[in-house]
């Protein structure tokens, strides 16, 4: 046969068989007609803007990002639908119906719903995020214990030494990638926090390129260095792989559009190099192998009583394993895989969103002189400057801090959607939504809304003042960055804490400015979390204080 007619039949193959697969989706399409239209049809009353079929609204995040929640709020109203896919939404975008939602009706409320992303990640679904019923109740019971005042204020010397690590990278350089610089750092403080394990990724130099990180942590630390700088390239990609728009991988496509094809797609693109599904799926893996071996080897040495007094040891995986092996029905509850996924989500849970919020903080502060010169006022005041704040210094002294970090999660909210799914029928805001409705609370619509918020798109920390009108005539829940009721954050007080502390090591010894290289307007991947789309760069200065 000829190149030419070999190419022509090549080409025919090829068409038959995507005709052959086209004409299969659409017959299981057909097939599957009823579940996949019957979540919309429960809540067509619910107003919303027009959607495309299979992909729903999805493109509008694509195109504007969760700025589309705004835009959507003002055009159709405090509640609205929002299709991820086939899969319908009812965003609730009001400061009132949020606490109805959240607290008021939280029976009815209870759980998360768990998306597209999540359902293609195992690793994920045991932690206390997305587990249900009696189980998170026991489960959040137990991890609450550990986060008590007392608890969070014996933390601050690990935070402090991380902290200080991390600040002598920062002393190093001129320019540098901060929020890589902060990714490490906190990952740090979580790893001795809540594993007692240290992972020394702060120890790494940052290259202002973040490409280059590998390289020269190979060329300057040997071997432990490359391990932890793989870690934290895999623990970044586990993170923000999780896409919650149209540019995830093929499987988390798959299940926003046609839920019943996501197995298989992931089955099959995750053996194939290259793919997506494939890096996620290695990601998920390794970090899944790194914390079962930290879990088994912790263990291990509590089980041969290795460990001097391993119940005083207070950090998370000391605990929850000493919980476990004081009763019958601990021992049911957490069984090692649920162990390994809550270790594992705390890793996750704890770092992206704190390292996000500290990153906001240097950027905006750097943006904004008069802010900064009240700051530096704020903190120099505070001495003697190599003195360690207590957590009562943190809460009292610093209130102008306190200010500035709340604005910062205000303008740049990490995690502006929160997910609910209704476990029975409940009416929100007039409307009756049945059992099994994902309810998604709108924190970032709220923080941007001029009604709580005036002038929304100026940085302003005094807004929070205590003893302004502003903040006095606000409502309550309408600045609600780590969520809302009994399913609130868990780690809220902890990563204040280490933010402040943070913020008060670095401003006590530099300043910062934008580098040239930095994007502007900043650029956001949104995924299960957000994230900086190129990375937050800037440039250092060593203060010289009179
Ligand atoms: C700036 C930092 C953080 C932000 C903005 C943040 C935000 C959030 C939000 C919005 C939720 C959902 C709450 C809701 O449904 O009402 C949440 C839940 C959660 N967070 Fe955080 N978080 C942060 C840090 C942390 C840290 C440091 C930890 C762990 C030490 C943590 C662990 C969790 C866990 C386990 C949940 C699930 C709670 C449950 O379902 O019962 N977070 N967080």
Redesign the pocket.
Known sequence: METGELLAAAAEYAATLMAMAAGGLLVMMVAYRPSLWEPYWKVRHVPGPMTLPLIGHLHLVAGRGPDVFSELARKHGPVFRFHMGRQPLVVVADAELCKEA?VKKFKSIPN?SIPSPIANSPIHQK???FTRGSR?TAM?NMIISIYQPKHLASLIPTMESCIERAAKNVGGQEELTFSDLSLSLVTDV?GQA?FGTDFGLSKLPVSPDTNKGDKTAGADTGVEAKTSSEFIKMHMHATTSLKMDLSGSLSILAGMLVPFLQEPFRRVLGRIPGMGDYKIDRANRTLRAQMDRIVAEREAAMEHDLLAAPQQRKDFLSVVLTARASNKSSRELLTPDYISALTY??LL??SA??AF?LSTVLYLVAKHPEVEEKLLREIDGVGPSDRVPTAEDLQTKFPYLDQVVKES?RFYM??PL?A?ETCEPVEIGGYTLPKGTWVWLA?GVLAKDPKNFPEPEVFRPERFDPNGEEEKGRHPYAFI?????P??????K??IQEIKLSVIHLYRHYVFRHSPSMESPLQFQFSIVCNFKYGVKLQVIKRHKA
């Open positions: 959240g998360r932690g206390l995020f998170w959040r979580i809540a989500e705390h849970a704890g969103t704190t919020t999660m990490v995690s929160v609910r924190p960055p780590f969520g809302i009721g399913r609130a954050c868990i780690g809220q902890f990563s």
